[in-house]
C-alpha cells in the first residue's frame, strides 16, 4: 500500500515561486509514474505534469509548462512540483499520484492512477 503525503502549499504572491513535496512510503516511487493534479473550486480537477524514471520523461499542461518543473529525489522517496512565475489561476489543492503500472506514459487522466495524497492548498494573490 503506497501513501502518499504533499506539503508546501501556502498563500504566494503572483509573480513568486513555491515548491510542493510528495513524500512517499509503502513504495518506491522512481519505480512508478508520478504526477501532480489540482483542483480548483467549481472546476474539475486537472493535470498538471507527470515524470517516468527520470526528470528526462517529463509532461506537462500547457497551462503551466516553462513555469512548473517536476523532479524527483529517489534517497529521499520524494517528487517535488516546482512552481514559478505563479499566477492566481494557479490557485488549487494540488495532489500528488502514482501510477504504479506505468505501461504507457504520459498518462493525464485521474483513473489512471492508483494511489493519492490528500492534497495541498496553493492560494495566489494578485
Known amino acids: 500500500q503506497v501513501q502518499l503525503v504533499e506539503s508546501g502549499g501556502r498563500l504566494a504572491q503572483a509573480g513568486g515561486s513555491l515548491k510542493l513535496s510528495c513524500a512517499a512510503s509503502?513504495?518506491?516511487?522512481?519505480?512508478?509514474?508520478m504526477a501532480w493534479f489540482r483542483h480548483a473550486p467549481e472546476k474539475e480537477r486537472e493535470f498538471v505534469a507527470a515524470?517516468?524514471?527520470?526528470?528526462?520523461?517529463?509532461y506537462y499542461a500547457d497551462s503551466v509548462k516553462g513555469r512548473f518543473t517536476i523532479s524527483r529525489d529517489n534517497a529521499k522517496n520524494t517528487v517535488y512540483l516546482q512552481m514559478s512565475s505563479l499566477k492566481p489561476e494557479d490557485t488549487a489543492v494540488y495532489y500528488c499520484?502514482?501510477?504504479?503500472?506505468?505501461?504507457?506514459?504520459?498518462?493525464?487522466?485521474?483513473?489512471?492512477?492508483?494511489?493519492w495524497g490528500q492534497g495541498t492548498q496553493v492560494t495566489v494573490s494578485s
Open positions: 499520484a502514482a501510477d504504479t503500472t506505468s505501461t504507457f506514459f504520459p498518462r493525464i487522466t485521474e483513473r489512471h492512477y492508483d494511489y
Open positions: 509503502g513504495g518506491t516511487l522512481r519505480a512508478y509514474a
Open positions: 515524470m517516468r524514471y527520470s526528470e528526462r520523461n517529463t
